[in-house]
């Protein structure tokens, strides 16, 4: 079975500062991964995904991932964050015809 | 235009009661699950739906019953409900042959009193 690890829990960071979202996955076998963005009392949304390609990831609302397949990791990365990026942001790992596995979530809050 | 529907949007009830979400899609996809978050906001898989047969079933107790008449519904109904199941419940689909992205609803607030 696939895991997903998100490390941190909660991210607090200042507007307008970058802000980095660890993401790490274990998986022996091609993946597809994926960054949601769950805004509050909202349903989750597509942030961006990885399925094959160019490493690097471009997605909504500026944000951007890097696959990195030695490091088992898809981190999140925005070079500037606003008050409204505050949310929560899952990773998640799958493979074809396999079971979609979320982690446990980190909380952004963009100090204003 | 909604991709995927879930309703009600809130529901409150008593302890004892059964209640049911309703959820559609649109998308033509063949999968469709129901996930469970709580209040620290992990999600939890309950059940996956691939073309109205059950493919995943995760322990949940087993007055939680899905139900999916075709490919597009697929309807959770819960019996002799809990404090405990209080949560927001999601319902999603994907296409399971390729990279099986999730579409979610909007969410089900389920507050049991």
């Known amino acids: 079975a696939q895991s997903v690890t998100q490390l941190d829990s909660q991210v607090p960071v200042f507007e307008e500062a970058p802000v980095e979202l660890r993401c790490n996955y274990s998986?022996?076998?091609?993946?597809?991964l994926f960054w949601y963005v769950q805004y509050p009392n909202q349903g989750l949304q597509l942030l961006l995904k990885y399925l094959s390609g160019s490493t690097l990831v471009k997605g909504i609302n500026g944000f951007e991932a890097e696959f990195n397949k030695s490091q088992t990791s898809f981190h999140l990365r925005k070079p500037s964050v606003h008050i409204s990026d505050t949310a929560e942001y899952f990773c998640?790992?799958?493979?074809?015809?396999?079971?979609?596995?979320f982690g446990t979530g980190t909380s952004l809050t963009v100090i204003p | 235009d909604t991709a995927v529907s879930q309703t009600p949007k809130y529901l409150v009830t008593q302890m004892g009661n059964d209640k049911s979400i309703k959820c559609e899609q649109n998308l033509g996809h063949d999968t469709m699950y129901w996930y469970k978050q709580d209040s620290k906001k992990f999600l939890k898989i309950m059940f996956s739906y691939n073309n109205k047969e059950l493919i995943i079933n995760e322990t949940v107790p087993n007055r939680f019953s899905p139900k999916s008449p075709d490919k597009a519904h697929l309807n959770l109904h819960i019996n002799s409900l809990e404090l405990g199941d209080s949560a927001v419940y999601f319902c999603?689909?994907?296409?399971?042959?390729?990279?099986?992205?999730?579409?979610f609803g909007p969410g089900t607030r389920l507050t049991v009193t």
């Open positions: 998640a790992v799958s493979s074809t015809g396999n079971q979609f596995y």
């Open positions: 998986s022996s076998v091609s993946v597809y």
């Open positions: 999603a689909s994907s296409q399971l042959v390729r990279s099986n992205e999730q579409y």
